[in-house]
């Protein structure tokens, strides 16, 4: 996992990034916000997934075209993401995260990548705000497109690396992927 180490880092989660390439109510105050990270010499960086869930909420909840998806992608490329891919390490991090918060392993990527990278999370989205505690930047409109909250374990559940057989499980699993 290569994550950038520019001094701070922020991970940006696509109920930000939505608003910055289509009018919104957000929309003004998530531009403006980008801009005061930037000059305060902030860089930015996005888990892989973050594209395919802009892309996902401009083809499915506004019905753009082709053209109009590709363009924004382009528009928020244009912007200085970083794109950071969710790797193993990362995606143990993720299910750590959807089990002690409740998190979709969507946000919990976002959560991973913010820990992983010891950045802060900018989010429109109040339930990840408040599952990355002190990381958070929360501003703007609590409007994600989300599925019904499931809790998977209970909250004290301990985490899976906590569990004795967790290591020979995962050389287990390696063993069967590589065979």
Excluded: C, K
């Excluded at 959807?98 to 990278?117: E, I, K």
Aim: glycine share 6%; hydrophobic share 50%; net charge negative.
């Amino acid at each position: 996992m290569t994550i950038p180490r520019r001094s701070p880092t922020i991970v940006v989660d696509a109920s930000v990034g939505v608003p910055l390439i289509h009018d919104e109510p957000a929309s003004l105050r998530a531009s403006q916000r980008m801009h005061e990270l930037r000059d305060e010499g902030s860089g930015f960086v996005v888990p892989s997934l973050f594209w395919l869930e802009i892309v996902n909420v401009l083809g499915r909840r506004y019905r753009g075209s082709p053209q109009a998806i590709l363009e924004a992608v382009v528009e928020l490329e244009a912007a200085g993401l970083e794109t950071v891919e969710v790797d193993r390490p990362m995606l143990l991090l993720a299910i750590d995260a959807v089990v002690r918060h409740g998190l979709t392993a969507y946000d919990a990527a976002y959560l991973a990548l913010a820990d992983a990278a010891d950045a802060r999370l900018l989010t429109t989205d109040a339930t990840l705000a408040a599952a990355a505690g002190p990381r958070a930047i929360l501003f703007g409109e609590d409007r994600g497109v989300r599925e019904a909250p499931a809790r998977y374990l209970p909250a004290d559940t301990p985490a899976w690396a906590a569990w004795p057989g967790a290591a020979a499980y995962l050389r287990e699993l390696r063993a069967r992927i590589s065979a």
